[in-house]
């Protein structure tokens, strides 16, 4: 069995950092891809980063230069930076990854619980 588990949610004031951590456990092969959606109230569970096994990151616009990904390949981890944290970050964030269990022969997408962050003003 694969999982994935988030860490790093919380309550800050619009301004403030936090850094949100998922690490990938079980019976895994391999990991490609590693991404982190967000979903508010009301809303579509969007993308927010994501994270290629090479390194290669790209960005939702609205978090462009304020959020950074990163990722350790050797603690199956990813994380995300979250720097000048607005009202409108606020939403519970997930972690998704393409991972390859020891008794797949193929890549599954697998999804943690789920993290809150909310931004007060």
């Known amino acids: 069995q694969v999982q994935l588990v988030e860490s790093g949610g919380g309550l800050v004031q619009a301004g403030g950092s936090l850094r949100l951590s998922c690490a990938a456990s079980g019976t895994i092969f391999s990991i490609n891809d590693m991404r982190w959606y967000r979903q508010a109230p009301g809303k579509q569970r969007e993308l927010v980063a994501a994270i290629s096994s090479a390194g290669s990151t790209n960005y939702a616009d609205s978090v462009k230069g304020r959020f950074t990904i990163s990722r350790d390949n050797a603690k199956n981890t990813v994380y995300l930076q979250m720097n000048n944290l607005k009202p409108e970050d606020t939403a519970v964030y997930y972690c998704?990854?393409?991972?390859?269990?020891?008794?797949?022969?193929?890549?599954?997408?697998?999804w943690g619980q789920g993290t809150q962050v909310t931004v007060s003003s």
């Open positions: 998704n990854a393409d991972i390859r269990s020891i008794m797949d022969s193929y890549h599954n997408d697998y």
